[in-house]
């Protein structure tokens, strides 16, 4: 169990987090707050990539399937200017920030 409110790990048999005092309610998140890839931020994945990881970005982003964005991007890269707004995404989209040691 996690807090609601800050997000630290509860004892579950405790009434009220130890970090921040709030109460532990019953429907508290069971899991520690989502990674960046719910939170709204485009980025460019570090696993399940093939090249850069844009397809793998937008797919996470926009909640398509990755091999649908794949191939789609494949066909629009076969025309030339795909190519280069793919060159374009990868540059401009972040990398994912490296996953941060869970807080206790
Ligand atoms: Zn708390």
Partial sequence: MFCTRCGSKLDPTSRFCSSCGA???TNAAPYPPPPPASTGYLF???NNRMIAGVCAGFA????WDVNIVRIITALICLS???ALA???AWIIIPEEPYALPMQN
């Avoid at 996470?60 to 909640?63: A, R, T």
């Fill in 23 to 25: 109460p532990v309610s």
């Fill in 44 to 46: 460019r994945p570090r």
């Fill in 60 to 63: 996470l982003h926009y909640h």
């Fill in 80 to 82: 030339g200017a795909g």
């Fill in 86 to 88: 793919y060159l374009v």
